[in-house]
Antibody, heavy 120, light 107 residues
Framework: QVQLQESGPGLVKPSQTLSLTCTVS??????????WSWIRQHPGKGLEWIGY???????FYNPSLKSRLTISVDTSQNQFSLKVTSVTAADTAVYFC????????????WGRGTLVTVSS | DIQMTQSPSSVSASVGDRVTITCRAS??????LAWYQQKPGKAPKVLIY???SLQSGVPSRFSGSGFGTDFTLTISSLQPEDFATYYC?????????FGPGTKVDMK
C-alpha cells in the first residue's frame, strides 16, 4: 500500500532554511488523482496546513507562510520537498507530509511526521 | 480564512459512554468537513469525509452529521482504543483549516 516518509534535519538554526523531503512508496506521485501536502503541528498544539503540490508542479501555499515557502516535486524519485526560509523558533513543529484528495480536500494518508527544532 | 472551533476542548468519559463533539465553521462550508483521530506521537487518521461519510475501515460506532456551519462527531459506545484527540477540518476553501482539537480521556 502507499506509504509516505518524511526525512530531513531535526535541528535548524534561526534565520536558516528548513528543508524536508517526503518519499512516496507503493504508488506513483504522478497519479493525477492526488495533491501532495505539507502540514505542521506545533508542540502540543493543533494542525496547520502549509501548502500542496500537484505532480505537474503547480502549487498552492498558505498565505500566512507563502513568502517563505517553496514546495517542489521530483517525479523521477517519487518525492516532494518543502523549504521554509528565515526560520524562527515559531517554526519548531512536527512536520507531516500527506496525500490530499481535493482542491482543497482532506488528507487520507500521512507520513509519521518529523520534529524540526529551530534553535542555535 | 475560515475559522474552525470545537467544543468541548476536552471530555472525560468511560468505556461504553456516548461521546459527542461539536465543530463550528465561521462561515458555511456545506458538507466539506473531515474528522480526524490523533493518538500521541502518531499522525492523524481520517475518520469521516464529507461530513457524514465514514471512511473505509472505520468502526461504525463513529458517526458524523451536520451541514453549513455546525457539525458533530459522535462515538456511540466509547472503546479503549478511542481515547485520543479529535480534530475537524474544513475543505471548502483555501487554506484548509483545522479545529483546535477535542481530547477524549479516561474518566
Amino acid at each position: 500500500q502507499v506509504q509516505l516518509q518524511e526525512s530531513g534535519p531535526g535541528l535548524v538554526k534561526p534565520s536558516q532554511t528548513l528543508s524536508l523531503t517526503c518519499t512516496v512508496s507503493g504508488g506513483s506521485i504522478s497519479s493525477g488523482n492526488y495533491y501532495w501536502s505539507w502540514i505542521r503541528q506545533h508542540p502540543g498544539k493543533g494542525l496547520e496546513w502549509i501548502g500542496y503540490i500537484y505532480y505537474s508542479g503547480s502549487t498552492f501555499y498558505n498565505p500566512s507562510l507563502k513568502s517563505r515557502l517553496t514546495i517542489s516535486v521530483d517525479t523521477s524519485q517519487n518525492q516532494f520537498s518543502l523549504k521554509v526560509t528565515s526560520v524562527t523558533a515559531a517554526d519548531t513543529a512536527v512536520y507531516f507530509c500527506a496525500r490530499d484528495l481535493g482542491n482543497p480536500g482532506y488528507f487520507d494518508l500521512w507520513g509519521r511526521g518529523t520534529l524540526v527544532t529551530v534553535s542555535s | 480564512d475560515i475559522q474552525m472551533t470545537q467544543s468541548p476542548s476536552s471530555v472525560s468519559a468511560s468505556v461504553g459512554d456516548r461521546v459527542t463533539i461539536t465543530c463550528r465553521a465561521s462561515q458555511g462550508i456545506t458538507s466539506w468537513l473531515a474528522w480526524y483521530q490523533q493518538k500521541p506521537g502518531k499522525a492523524p487518521k481520517v475518520l469521516i469525509y464529507p461530513a457524514s461519510s465514514l471512511q473505509s475501515g472505520v468502526p461504525s460506532r463513529f458517526s458524523g452529521s451536520g451541514f453549513g456551519t455546525d457539525f458533530t462527531l459522535t462515538i456511540s459506545s466509547l472503546q479503549p482504543e478511542d481515547f485520543a484527540t479529535y480534530y475537524c477540518q474544513q475543505a471548502s476553501s483555501f487554506p484548509p483549516t483545522f479545529g483546535p482539537g477535542t481530547k477524549v480521556d479516561m474518566k
